[in-house]
């Protein structure tokens, strides 16, 4: 086993001690969705409380983003902690032997969808824009966002996952082989998610001989010869392994923590500090269950004429806008948006930007600079962004979906994407809130 630990630990692989709620618990009421999702949707959350009361459930310990602007954030944070704690010692919460957790998820929208539930090293993991790390960003992180994660964090006994890390691995050497034997591993929960989030199934991975594998065909990713071939480039190129998919922020987060942690400790305490790692679950980036989504914009307090024509000035150079757009070709971006009163599209001819949403996001955030009343929120899904902007003064722009399998190269040779430039699949696919581990 030390021999796996030490490949794994080169790679920047933790093997954690897991901990879950105890057997009298009700998952389905504790496991509830990822905080940064429904945030324009109070509604959403609101039935969740409803759904929750009087039960165990991890949403009394993170904090849904709907609620950041609602000024009583340091209460908050307070009792998130103290139910923490709370839940420690009244042993809601039991921690298991080190090992990891196959993930086995299934939504409205996909069959099957495979993870592996690891702890990464933040030592290993640079969000920064032009990054080199083993463990980096896939989309730009907002800097601004940090703050009161890292706040929350800083006093939190336990950590909550929503975080999803990809990897690029095309013959399904790391996760796969474990799905295929999950009968003989030891089942850990099995239950329905609420609020239409499918079902989830965990297995214990611990077992020598599996650790040991995982530790294998991680280490063959990471070959300089096989990373080299794999995306033609050249060989002196350092390695991308894992590529954060879901919740860069609450990683980054994690990160800003140890190194404000780490400050204050000694080299050799730094290497057993609990804060040093961030779980996540680790999803193959081929697996059939997982799709790309994008994630559309919707403005409100703003003017869609005036934002529309100043969108085309931005870049001077327009094919058309309006209902009756037609420009199409390699070299045009074009945009659907809707309002209270209708729809149209608004084209732009030789964009700078490789992608769609390049083009749109330097757009908005140079005009949003220059107009504070606009406010925007990032929606996944049509039918989301149609209810919002039934409302005058709110308008939708629609984005289209990038092919997975080009994200590695592209963050390779480009660096991090446009914020929020994809999602792995809709809102109620997101990773629920179901595993813990102690960082302090």
Known sequence: MNNSINTLSGLGVHI???MLPDLHTDLGKWAVVACDQYTSQREYWREVEMITKGSPSTLNIIYPEVYLEDGDSDARISEINKTMKAYIEDKVLLELDNGFILVDRKTS???????????LDLECYDYNKGSNALIRATEGTVLDRLPPRIKIRQNAPIELPHIMVLIDDPHKTVIEPLAEKAAQLEK??????MMNGGSIKGYRVSEESDISAIADALAKLAQKEVFSDKYAIDSTRDILLFAVGDGNHSLASAKGHWENLKMCLSPEEQQTNPARYALVELVNVHDEGLAFEPIHRVL???DPADIIKEFTAFYGKTGCSGHNCCCSGANVHSFKYVTATGEGTVAIENPVSNLEVGTLQAFLDSYMKE???VKIDYIHGEEVVTKLVSQAGNMGIYLPSMNKTDLFKTVILDGALPRKTFSMGEADEKRFYLECR???
Do not use: M, Q, W
């Open 16 to 18: 954690p001690k897991i």
């Open 109 to 119: 929208h996909t069959e099957s969808r495979k993870g592996l539930i690891i702890a």
């Open 188 to 193: 850990l929960y099995d239950f329905e998610l």
């Open 300 to 302: 409100f307090n703003v």
């Open 371 to 373: 107009h504070p009343e």
């Open 438 to 440: 102690k960082i302090r």
